[in-house]
């Protein structure tokens, strides 16, 4: 009988996959911003950001166009059907852990 577990092999793995996207995720987001570069610190670079809702409001009008380029550019490989699996399948995972997440820390 096999272990419901994943290997330590695996584990490794899913880490190293991980860390390789999050790289090219990275490396996609500063081509794109390099304009951007220097303001891309203000406010908890951007992720989580904690800012008055009108001042968020201007970094999402404004990095928009960037993220909509990488997404295109990370993305490029699928097909669109391809494209619509995963962005609704990293929807499902990002949901459920934020959904975890908030019971936990309420």
């Not at 994943?6 to 880490?15: A, D, G, L, V």
């Not at 990275?26 to 570069?37: D, G």
């Not at 610190?41 to 909509?68: N, Q, T």
């Not at 669109?80 to 499902?92: C, I, K």
Request: charged residues 30%; contains cysteine.
């Amino acid at each position: 009988m096999m272990s419901k577990r994943p290997s330590i092999m695996r584990r490794r793995s899913e880490f190293n996959l991980a860390r390789r996207f999050h790289a090219i995720l990275n490396r996609a987001l500063l081509e794109v911003t390099k304009p951007e570069s220097q303001t891309l610190g203000e406010c908890g670079r951007e992720i989580g950001c904690s800012a008055s809702p009108p001042a968020g409001l201007d970094h999402f009008k404004r990095l928009h166009p960037a993220i909509l380029a990488v997404r295109d550019q990370v993305m490029a490989p699928l097909s669109g059907r391809e494209r619509e699996t995963l962005q609704d399948l990293l929807a499902r995972v990002t949901n459920t852990n934020e959904l975890k997440a908030s019971r936990r820390f309420s």
